[in-house]
């Protein structure tokens, strides 16, 4: 499988490789991968990664390379990836390497929240809700605590209220943006009530009142 993703990056060469060396190329570091000769690989990726034109790609080709190699920086690159497709408003491409992050550490926090931020503001009611349940779940679990739910809670509010020092506001282009998405007030409301996080509930509906949100609407 790495052999044919290596293969297929020959397009994004530059033109002073030819293609028969890029295949090569791709072809030799693949071998190395799959010996775990981590420094040899990592050299000739280096090498060959000043051809390409997209930054965001090259980091999760090279978390992909670390992760196959064990190497736990592999997690700090693919991070580096996630923040760079948000920046350039490539929401999608964003959520899949969260959603590949938390396959990875599945109860990671950071993962988690970020995702829920992200397909909310991409309204994808599924996928928003069902990460939500599953922070709730690991609250239920004693993984998370309260107050950690509550504060990706108060993010997606004050993504809802459109503060002006939230910076995902930029990703509202109008009004009408803004307004679609508080629907995402009544999906919250409803999961916590179906799970009778009443004290939570009484946190969140302080914090709308305080942004002059109606939680409940």
């Known amino acids: 499988v790495m052999s044919q993703c290596f293969v297929k990056e020959n397009t994004k060469m530059s033109n002073n490789l030819d293609t028969k060396s890029s295949c090569v190329a791709w072809f030799k570091l693949a071998e190395l991968v799959t010996r775990k000769e981590k420094e040899k690989a990592l050299n000739l990726y ?3 990664s000043h051809s390409f034109e997209d930054r965001a790609y090259a980091l999760q080709l090279e978390g992909d390379i670390l992760w196959a190699l064990e190497d736990d920086q592999a997690l700090e690159k693919y991070e580096q990836d996630a ?3 948000k920046k350039e408003k490539q929401l999608v491409s964003a959520c899949a390497i969260y959603e590949h992050l ?3 550490q599945p109860k990671n926090y950071d993962f988690l929240s970020r995702l829920i931020s ?3 503001l991409l309204h994808w009611r599924e996928k928003f809700e069902s990460k939500f349940e599953a922070l709730l779940l690991f609250g239920e679990q004693g993984i998370f605590s309260q ?3 509550f504060t990706v809670s108060k993010k997606i509010i004050d993504l809802a209220s459109e503060k002006q020092n939230n910076q995902d506001t930029v990703f509202f282009e109008s009004e009408d943006d803004c307004k679609k998405f508080i629907w995402v007030l009544k ?5 916590l009530k179906k799970k009778k996080s009443n004290n939570l509930l009484k946190r969140i509906n302080d914090y709308c009142s305080e942004q002059n949100l109606n939680f409940d609407s």
């Open 46 to 48: 280096r090498l060959l």
């Open 83 to 85: 923040y760079l497709y």
């Open 102 to 104: 938390l396959t990875l």
């Open 118 to 120: 992200l397909y909310a």
């Open 147 to 149: 107050d950690h739910i």
């Open 187 to 191: 999906s919250l409301s409803n999961m």
